[in-house]
Structure formats: C-alpha cells, structure tokens
C-alpha cells in the first residue's frame, strides 16, 4: 500500500511538472519586441471586442498568446506614458509628468527630455549583452542629449514627438522631421508612409540581428494624434472607419508583417513579443478610435484612458488563447525584461514596476504584485486602484468628483454605479493607500520625497531640415 501510495505521489508530481508552466527564463536570453501604438483605444481591435475594424493578425496574436486585460499604462498622456515604459517609474517621479511650459506632453524644441542620468530598460539589455534599437516616436525629448542613442538604443529611426507637432499658425516648430539616430534624413515626412516604413525598418532590423539578442522598441505613431490620421495607399479609404479605421487595419498589417518574418527567420520560439498602446483613444466629434466598454476617453485618468489593449505572445512559453484579468502595468515591462534578459534592475533608486513573469506564463497561483495603482494627471493624484476596486478621489478639477467616487471594475467594467455609501470600509482602506504614494510620489504642490528630477539643457536648437 505504501508503495503505491509512493508510485501514485510521483505520478502525480510528473503530472503537475508537466501541467505547470515553468518560473524559470528561458535558457538563452530572449529577443524582445514592445509594440506601442499611439492613442489606440481598447475597443479598437477585434480580440477587444471591435466589430468595426478588420484586424485578423493581432486576433491570431491574441489566439496564440494571451490578452491582459486589467494592462493599464501610467498617465493618459503620451510622454509620461512613454517615460514609464522606458524607466518602469510613475511619471512625477522622473519629472516628466508635464512640459517645461505646464502642458501634459513635450512640444518640440524643448529644453527638457528624459535624464541621461536615468537608467531606461535599453540600457538594462544593452549592459546584458543586446542589441538594441527603437523605430518609431520618441517623444522624450527631441535635444541630442535626450535622443535615443543617448538613452542605450544602438540605433533610431524615427520622429522625435507627435505626429500633429507641425509648422502651422502660432506654432513655429521646425517641419516634421524623420530622424535616423540624430540626423534628420526626411523633413516634412510623409505621415502616411510612416507605418510602412517603420515595418520595413523593423523587419531588417531583425534580418540583421538574427544571430544575437535583441531589444526592438516599435512605438508606432498611428493612430496618431491629428483628427485624421494617416494610412499608406494600400490601406487609405479601406476601411469602415474613415481614416482612423484606415490606420488601425494597416498597424494590423504592420504585425502580421512583423510575426510573419520571426517565423520566415526562424525566431519565433525565442522572442517575446509585446503589443500594447500608449494611452486610449481621445474624445472626438464625431467618435473615431474606441474605448469601450471602458467608460472614458485619453487625456484623462479614465479607465478609457489608462486601461490600454494588451497582447503577449511566445510560442511554448506563453500559454495559447489564455486571459489575464490580473492588474498589469507598463512599468512591470521593465524589471520583466530585465529578468527574461538576466539583466539588473538598479538598487540604488526606486523602480515602481514589478516582475510579471509569472503572470505572463500562466502559472496558476500567480496573482498581481501591485497592493495599489496610481492614476496621476501631471502632478495631481487623481484616482487610486485596488484588486477590484477604483477610488476617484475628490477634487476641486473640472469634471472631477466633489466626493469619492468607488466602482467594481471586475462586475461594473463601464464604471455606472457609483457604490462609495455601501462600501465605506473599502473607501478608507484606498484613501489610505494613497499616503505612500502622496509621501514617495507627490500630490499637487506636495513634492514626494524619493522623485528624480528631468533633464535640462541650456540652449535648445532647432532640429536642421535634411539635406
């Protein structure tokens, strides 16, 4: 009887070894792809409940990897955005929560940018051996001393802020410029090029860095910020969605272009590959880009703003067509890759992100590693998560509560009750979960006591024209 009992327990433990994804990283250091596309709202995708746009290559994505939908990225914002991706920080902590001029993003020639001195993810992979590039918008500051190659990208090929930052009435900004590295190789650049060239460029990339270890940053710059973005020849007036839906259903093509070449150079099996946005989609009249069923549009902190569509895939480490309701942000991004690369996250300043790897493969008692999420609009702590519940707290900002505001973002996802009189000892718990970050971080004209400052140049310079 013992000796079966003993045959069984090693059956069953070989059993639950197989079943169980391993906590363990690969054994060579992946190549890691982190899409990001620019104002794309939760519901403008198929695999997030889009019936208006046509996107079969990241619904495939979707099926052979796993949705995150609890992903939210740290402001509504771009730069802050971006500076959380790059740093795997709250904005406010690295000073870039707003512009030099008070606005929420960075205009061109603006003499603040992302401190050298910070520590961004490519520098991380570039110490563990990568190779490393961005393609696509920077946005963190367009001065050489903030520029890509300054920040641990070998390389980079793209615009250094937003698409609608154009010459016009009142705005005496140099002409869009396509940089490569810190040259200027195209100005004005055809917008509607852009996501084609960018895939072109990817593509090569990856044909070129087969044979090591690479970091490719690809934030997109469509949909963009303009009101009508823009959309190559093949794709422009093809969709049902004017010249957003023209866009979304090229970004589409831009992925599947991306997966097809992994698979033709024979990287699928070692290369994680990350699909996300930079913040929802903004209000327009009449709408474009969706949020739903977020309640919300970006700029705010909405969970229409904040709360982004997410796609992981890497065949035979994340596990096929499976859904993470987990709380997941785009700071864990940073301390994950640097676990996947056997890099090493600094000890000597607070990152606020936190390794996902576990959630990312599925393991089953894996939970999120965050107590609380922040929503921060530039310096302003406007609204506090926790498991399934977001707080708004009271303000005296236009469109903000006068009171809290408590919701159950697992059984109310659009935000419609309002149950801050039933739940009080909830309510108290999230309002004093805010203190730490109030005291770290900062609120209003309260400055946190562990926050870095941006970086800043004298003498700003106009980015030159091509030749």
């Given at each position: 009887?013992?000796?079966?009992?003993?045959?069984?327990?090693?059956?069953?433990?070989?059993?639950?070894?197989?079943?169980?994804?391993?906590?363990?990283?690969?054994?060579?250091?992946?190549?890691?792809?982190?899409?990001?596309?620019?104002?794309?709202?939760?519901?403008?995708?198929?695999?997030?409940?889009?019936?208006?746009?046509?996107?079969?290559?990241?619904d495939?994505?979707?099926?052979?990897?796993?949705?995150?939908?609890?992903?939210?990225?740290?402001?509504?914002?771009?730069?802050?955005?971006?500076?959380?991706?790059?740093?795997?920080?709250?904005?406010?902590?690295?000073g870039?929560?707003v512009?030099?001029?008070?606005?929420?993003?960075?205009?061109?020639?603006?003499?603040?940018?992302?401190?050298?001195?910070?520590?961004?993810?490519?520098?991380?992979?570039?110490?563990?051996?990568?190779?490393?590039?961005?393609?696509?918008?920077?946005?963190?500051?367009?001065?050489?001393?903030?520029?890509?190659?300054?920040?641990?990208?070998?390389?980079?090929?793209?615009?250094?802020?937003?698409?609608?930052?154009?010459?016009?009435?009142?705005?005496?900004?140099?002409?869009?410029?396509?940089?490569?590295?810190?040259?200027?190789?195209?100005?004005?650049?055809?917008?509607?090029?852009?996501?084609?060239?960018?895939?072109?460029?990817?593509?090569?990339?990856?044909?070129?860095?087969?044979?090591?270890?690479?970091?490719?940053y690809?934030p997109?710059?469509?949909?963009?910020?303009?009101?009508?973005?823009?959309?190559?020849?093949?794709?422009?007036?093809?969709?049902?969605n004017?010249?957003?839906?023209?866009?979304?259903?090229?970004?589409?093509?831009?992925?599947?272009?991306?997966?097809?070449?992994l698979?033709?150079?024979?990287?699928?099996?070692?290369?994680?590959?990350?699909w996300?946005?930079?913040?929802?989609?903004?209000?327009?009249?009449?709408?474009?880009?969706?949020?739903?069923?977020?309640?919300?549009?970006?700029?705010?902190?909405?969970?229409?703003?904040?709360?982004?569509?997410?796609?992981?895939?890497?065949?035979?480490?994340?596990?096929?067509?499976?859904?993470?309701?987990?709380?997941?942000?785009?700071?864990?991004?940073?301390?994950?890759?640097?676990?996947?690369?056997?890099?090493?996250?600094?000890?000597?300043?607070v990152?606020d992100?936190?390794?996902?790897?576990?959630?990312?493969?599925?393991y089953?008692?894996?939970?999120?590693?965050?107590?609380?999420?922040?929503?921060?609009?530039?310096?302003?702590?406007?609204?506090?998560?926790?498991?399934?519940?977001?707080?708004?707290?009271p303000t005296?900002a236009?469109?903000?509560?006068?009171?809290?505001?408590?919701?159950?973002?697992?059984?109310?996802?659009?935000?419609?009750?309002?149950?801050?009189?039933?739940?009080?000892?909830?309510?108290?718990?999230?309002?004093?979960?805010?203190?730490?970050?109030?005291?770290?971080?900062?609120?209003?004209?309260?400055?946190?006591?562990?926050?870095?400052?941006?970086?800043?140049?004298?003498?700003?310079?106009?980015?030159?024209?091509?030749?």
């Amino acid at each position: 009887m013992l000796l079966l009992n003993r045959t069984v327990a090693r059956g069953l433990l070989l059993l639950f070894t197989l079943l169980t994804p391993s906590l363990s990283p690969a054994s060579e250091p992946p190549n890691v792809i982190l899409v990001v596309c620019d104002n794309l709202g939760y519901g403008d995708v198929g695999c997030f409940g889009s019936t208006l746009h046509r996107t079969p290559h990241l619904d495939r994505m979707a099926a052979e990897g796993m949705k995150l939908t609890h992903f939210y990225v740290s402001s509504g914002v771009c730069t802050p955005s971006r500076a959380s991706f790059m740093t795997g920080c709250y904005p406010p902590r690295v000073g870039l929560h707003v512009s030099d001029l008070g606005h929420k993003v960075l205009q061109p020639v603006s003499p603040k940018g992302l401190n050298p001195d910070e520590i961004t993810i490519a520098e991380v992979l570039k110490e563990a051996g990568y190779a490393t590039t961005i393609i696509g918008k920077w946005h963190l500051g367009d001065q050489p001393e903030f520029l890509p190659t300054r920040q641990g990208f070998d390389s980079y090929f793209g615009i250094p802020y937003s698409d609608d930052m154009t010459q016009r009435d009142g705005k005496p900004w140099p002409p869009l410029p396509l940089m490569r590295n810190e040259e200027v190789v195209d100005a004005p650049v055809d917008r509607n090029l852009l996501t084609k060239r960018y895939t072109e460029e990817a593509i090569r990339y990856m044909e070129q860095h087969r044979d090591e270890p690479f970091f490719l940053y690809l934030p997109q710059a469509m949909p963009g910020s303009t009101r009508a973005p823009y959309a190559s020849d093949d794709f422009r007036g093809k969709s049902q969605n004017g010249p957003w839906g023209d866009s979304v259903e090229e970004l589409d093509w831009s992925m599947g272009e991306i997966l097809k070449a992994l698979k033709r150079l024979d990287l699928e099996e070692n290369t994680l590959v990350i699909w996300t946005s930079d913040n929802g989609a903004p209000r327009r009249n009449p709408p474009q880009g969706s949020n739903r069923p977020l309640k919300g549009w970006g700029y705010d902190t909405s969970e229409g703003a904040m709360r982004v569509p997410c796609i992981v895939r890497w065949p035979g480490r994340v596990p096929e067509g499976v859904v993470c309701d987990e709380l997941c942000t785009s700071m864990d991004l940073y301390p994950t890759f640097a676990r996947l690369a056997g890099g090493t996250v600094p000890d000597d300043r607070v990152i606020d992100g936190r390794d996902i790897w576990p959630l990312l493969i599925g393991y089953p008692e894996a939970t999120t590693p965050h107590e609380a999420f922040y929503y921060y609009d530039r310096a302003d702590l406007r609204a506090v998560r926790s498991g399934p519940w977001k707080l708004y707290l009271p303000t005296d900002a236009p469109r903000s509560p006068k009171a809290p505001e408590l919701y159950d973002l697992v059984t109310d996802i659009a935000e419609e009750k309002n149950v801050a009189d039933d739940h009080p000892d909830v309510v108290a718990k999230l309002l004093a979960l805010c203190e730490p970050a109030r005291e770290s971080i900062g609120d209003g004209e309260l400055t946190g006591k562990e926050v870095r400052p941006a970086g800043w140049v004298e003498n700003v310079t106009p980015r030159a024209k091509a030749d």
